[in-house]
Nanobody, 115 residues
């Protein structure tokens, strides 16, 4: 199992940008899938973006063209670059690692988009 620590959340105005980081406790090169999820108050947790060990990415329709996921295997870190943020992006963002059917979650980082 891998431990994950998210950082980079905060308060930003609409139209602004943030970059979230997810630092893993071990080498992520062999981890099949790493993703960013979010959960807004009163809503279910949803997949925002994911990246496989081969570098394939997928995004929720609501963030396509605005968010970019990337992984730096040398730093054991996955990033989520979020641009043109909207109030509806406000949520707690979680990092997840999935390998061999076993999932690990981080503790989450709050992102608030408000003027």
């Amino acid at each position: 199992q891998v431990q994950l620590v998210e950082s980079g959340g905060g308060l930003v105005q609409p139209g602004g940008s943030l970059r979230l980081s997810c630092a893993a406790s071990r080498n992520i090169l062999s981890i099949n899938f790493m993703g960013w999820y979010r959960q807004a108050p009163g809503k279910q947790r949803e997949l925002v973006a994911g990246v496989t060990s081969r570098g394939f990415t997928n995004y929720a329709d609501s963030v396509k063209g605005r968010f970019t996921i990337s992984r730096d295997n040398a730093k054991n870190t996955v990033y989520l670059q979020m641009n043109t943020l909207k109030p509806e992006d406000t949520a707690v963002y979680y990092c997840k690692a999935l390998n061999g059917g076993i999932g690990s979650w981080g503790q989450g980082t709050q992102v608030t988009v408000s003027s």
